[in-house]
C-alpha cells in the first residue's frame, strides 16, 4: 500500500473514531452513566491515540535511532518496547478509570479497566496477557519482512478479536478504537525492527497468520494464568449500571 493510500486509511479511522464518539457524547448527554463511558473513551483516544500517536509517527526516526544504539538483540528489544508501551497505554487507562468523577461518576461506577491498581491492571489483566502476543510477532518478523504500517494494522484486529473473545461479539463494532489502541502498542517497535535480517518479503496471504498467530500465542497463557490465579477477580467493580 502506498504512503498517501496508508495516511488516508489511517485519517479516515481517526475522522470516523472523533465523529462518532462525537456524536455519541453529544446524544447521551441526559444519560449520566452512557455519558461519562462515552467520555472516558474520548480522553482515551485524545492522550493515547492522537497525542500519542502522533508523537510516535514525529519521533519515530530519532526513537529508532536510539533503539538501535541498545546492545540488545533485536527481538529482546521489540518484546521489551512493546511491554514499554503496552504498559504507558494500560498507565493511562487507569489513570482515566481513577479520574471517574471528571466524567461525572464516582469511581468503580463506570471504568474501563478491572481495577483501580496499576499493577493489578499490568499483572493479572493486560499487559500479561499481551506478552505471548509480542512473542509471536518476533516470529513473524524474523521471517517476513512486515512494514511497520502492515504490524500496526494486523495487530490491532488481533487485538480486536482478542476483545471481542473477551467481552463479546457486541466489541466488534468498536474495530476503529481497538485497531489504534492495540496497533500503537507495536507500530515503533517495528519501525526499530532492523531491515538487514535476512527475512523474507510478506506476501499478502500471510495476513491471516499474521492476525490470529498472536491471539493463539495469547489463549493458552491466559488459561494458564486463570489456573495459577483462579480467585482473582476478573474485574474488580459491580457490573456498570447504564
Known sequence: ?????????????????????????SVTAGERILHAMVGMSRALILLWIVLGGALMVLLRKPIR???????????VKFVLFCILLAMLEEAITTL??????LFGAAVGE??????????????????????PMFIAWVGLLHRWDFSPFWVFLFFGFS????????FGWGHLTEFAVWIFVYGLMVYLPAFSVPAERGARPARWFLA???????????????????????????????????
Open 1 to 25: 500500500m502506498k504512503n498517501a493510500l496508508k495516511i488516508t486509511f489511517v485519517s479516515l479511522l481517526i475522522l470516523s473514531l472523533v465523529t462518532t464518539t462525537t456524536v455519541i457524547y
Open 65 to 75: 535511532l536510539a533503539i538501535g544504539r541498545i546492545r540488545l538483540a533485536w527481538q
Open 96 to 101: 482515566i478509570t481513577n479520574q471517574a468523577d
Open 208 to 242: 491471516p497468520l499474521a492476525v490470529l498467530l498472536p491471539f493463539v500465542f495469547a489463549v493458552p497463557w491466559a488459561l494458564v494464568l486463570g489456573l495459577l490465579f483462579p480467585d482473582h477477580p476478573a474485574i474488580h467493580f459491580p457490573p456498570i449500571q447504564p
Open 110 to 131: 463506570v471504568y474501563i479497566t478491572a481495577s483501580t491498581n496499576y499493577l493489578d491492571v499490568i499483572l493479572f489483566h493486560s499487559v500479561i496477557v499481551f506478552v
Open 159 to 166: 487485538g480486536l478479536l482478542a476483545e471481542a473473545w473477551t
